[in-house]
T-cell receptor
Framework: DAEITQSPRHKITETGRQVTLACHQT?????MFWYRQDLGHGLRLIHY???????NKGEVSDGYSVSRSNTEDLPLTLESAASSQTSVYFC????????????FGEGSRLTVL | GENVEQHPSTLSVQEGDSAVIKCTYSDSASNYFPWYKQELGKGPQLIIDIRSNVGEKKDQRIAVTLNKTAKHFSLHITETQPEDSAVYFC??????????FGTGTSLTVIP
């Protein structure tokens, strides 16, 4: 079955370190997204991509970057982790603009000490 | 981007009662409104959606209503069951292919 997977599921890191969260989908979806989930804020869009070599900033993109070198993967990089980036991160993908269904991964819980 | 507001943030109901969650959006051009359910430790999953040319849509015990003039839409769950306990999110589209989410409603169904 097609799926979307995130890794690692849990990570603890220190302030200032670079961290990369992986996201891999096997649906061949063009559209991929990264959200962070925090209590009281819901799901906030970080970055998104509509296809290979395309990346776009979302609502809360400062301190994050993404790259899209192939259809299946959209890794999220925290260049210099900050305590404010402690959160649960969700990757999602979508087939086309005619359907709204986002398929989410299981999430990656990141703690920055 | 789109501004989506969701209320209430928490909701407790007795099993068998109804639950209603409300959302408002800011962009009058938005034309598609999905609802997602998130169970503990998992990613959100789509449960129902509605397009702007429809005022109401039902799927068994869940329904969604849309008022485009007032720019609000609501999720209705009837005959609630303990397995309905979860966090529910509404969403609205941005100018492109992305979605903006409400802040979530934690629903607890008391047996």
């Amino acid at each position: 079955d097609a799926e979307i997977t995130q890794s690692p599921r849990h990570k603890i890191t220190e302030t200032g370190r670079q961290v990369t969260l992986a996201c891999h989908q096997t649906w061949n979806h063009n559209n991929m997204f990264w959200y962070r989930q925090d209590l009281g804020h819901g799901l906030r869009l970080i970055h998104y991509s509509y296809g290979v070599q395309d990346t776009n900033k979302g609502e809360v993109s400062d301190g994050y970057s993404v790259s899209r070198s192939n259809t299946e993967d959209l890794p999220l990089t925290l260049e210099s982790a900050a305590s404010s980036q402690t959160s649960v991160y969700f990757c999602a993908s979508k087939a086309s603009e005619n359907t709204g269904e986002l398929f989410f991964g299981e999430g990656s819980r990141l703690t920055v000490l | 981007g789109e501004n989506v507001e969701q209320h209430p943030s928490t909701l407790s109901v007795q099993e068998g009662d109804s639950a209603v969650i409300k959302c408002t959006y800011s962009d009058s051009a938005s034309n598609y409104f999905p609802w997602y359910k998130q169970e503990l430790g998992k990613g959100p999953q789509l449960i129902i959606d509605i397009r702007s040319n429809v005022g109401e849509k039902k799927d068994q015990r869940i329904a969604v209503t849309l008022n485009k003039t007032a720019k609000h839409f609501s999720l209705h769950i009837t005959e609630t069951q303990p397995e309905d306990s979860a966090v529910y999110f509404c969403a609205a589209p941005g100018t492109g292919n992305q979605f903006y989410f409400g802040t979530g409603t934690s629903l607890t169904v008391i047996p």
